[in-house]
């Protein structure tokens, strides 16, 4: 039975009384508290972003203690689901790092607190209007989660290594046999959203996937993409026998010359790693003619966190523009922000403005016309277990 089927929905939740309450009640609730968060861990910048600069200053501005956990997808889930099935009341974790299938998941069995996000001052300034940022996974948020941070898939290469990047599905197969032992897929959240962009390709369009999950076409177009990659398999890293099974994995893969191509769900992440010296600065990112999945990422408050005021604050304070403006920058992180620069200030639109350019990644405005919205969470769901059972173990 798959992790969804087996989820009961939640009667027991949190009172919702801060809904109601005016933001200045919310803020004094919040000083003197401590927030805990349960987030993917798996980049070190990431990691310093919040260590260095968000946690100090929830300190020094509201006097909350930002405790940081790992923790992503299935796991939190299952944390969620053993807190509905023993009725507890107040959990152990606040926020969460979240998008996609996780949110859809708590959704269904009400593990999420909320609508809060229209409660924070700094929802005004959110592009919600933007179909990436309002909808996740063909999902509205309705006020459940909190935009954090906009990206696409992006596939990273050397450019002194490879002088043409394979394009499209067609140029990759025949990269992929001309290099072998050279590519390969992550089989995790990166690798499953290069997947799906595959499938969406596949199907012609995001358009013919909108919507909620089909049957008939999922089976349909999942065969051209088993058919696709087992055309390759022989020749992908280890002849396809394995696959790497974090992003970590696959970029040091590559920066030590055993891939030629690696992928980031970041399109500006290329910056980032040079920045880092993990990459060399021959590295280059692009996405695919046939067009690459953009969406956000977003944080979720619990059904029954134990600090939902403090949760809040924190929520408002990272979509607030001194935060996304901090995180944007490429020796930061580069992560792309959720927020409608025409809404801030002159002098905070100059400040975005004058963020260092991005020099081994393409310009947003250059890939943006290449975007597919993400299709429906059960396609990823599915991917993932048909990946293993058709590629994997065939």
Request: net charge negative; charged share 20%.
């Amino acid at each position: 039975m798959s992790l969804f089927a087996a989820c009961k929905t939640s009667t027991d939740v949190v009172s919702d009384d801060y809904l109601n309450k005016p933001w200045d009640t919310i803020i004094a609730s919040a000083k003197g508290t401590t927030v805990n968060l349960t987030m993917w861990q798996g980049d070190p910048y990431i990691n310093k972003y919040m260590q260095d600069y968000v946690v100090p200053h929830l300190k020094s501005q509201f006097n909350i203690n930002l405790k940081i956990a790992a923790g992503q997808g299935n796991e939190v889930v299952k944390l969620i689901m053993n807190d509905i099935e023993a009725n507890r009341n107040a959990g152990n974790i606040d926020l969460l790092w979240i998008n996609g299938e996780t949110f859809f998941q708590l959704r269904q069995v009400n593990g999420l607190y909320g609508p809060f996000v229209n409660k924070l001052p700094n929802a005004e300034f959110v592009d919600f209007e933007n179909r990436f940022i309002g909808i996740d996974f063909q999902q509205k948020i309705d006020g459940y989660e909190c935009p954090w941070g906009n990206v696409q898939l992006a596939i990273i290469y050397d450019s002194l290594k490879v002088s043409e990047p394979p394009k499209d599905l067609t140029s990759l197969a025949e990269f992929v046999k001309a290099n072998p032992g050279k590519f390969t897929i992550p089989y995790e959240f990166t690798g499953l959203t290069l997947l799906k962009s595959w499938l969406i390709t596949l199907a012609g369009g995001d358009e013919m996937l909108a919507g909620d999950f089909d049957e008939r076409k999922y089976e349909k177009y999942s065969n051209l993409l088993w058919n696709y990659i087992n055309s390759i398999k022989p020749y992908l890293w280890k002849q396809g026998e394995t696959f790497p099974s974090s992003l970590a994995q696959m970029h040091q893969m590559y920066a030590n010359g055993e891939l030629l191509l690696t992928f980031s769900n970041n399109d500006g992440e290329v910056d980032n790693k040079v920045l880092q010296g993990l990459f060399p600065n021959s590295s280059r990112a692009y996405v695919f003619e046939g067009g690459t999945i953009q969406n956000s990422h977003y944080m979720g408050i619990t059904y029954n966190a134990p600090n939902v005021p403090g949760a809040m604050v924190v929520c408002n304070f990272l979509m607030s523009p001194e935060a996304q403006y901090e995180k944007m920058k490429p020796a930061i992180w580069g992560d792309g922000t959720i927020l409608n620069l025409s809404k801030l200030t002159p002098e905070w639109q100059q400040k975005f403005d004058d963020i260092p350019s991005r020099k081994y990644s393409p310009k947003r405005s250059e890939i943006q016309p290449f975007a597919l919205m993400e299709i429906a969470p059960e396609y990823m769901i599915r991917l993932f277990d048909d990946f293993r059972k058709y590629v994997i173990e065939k």
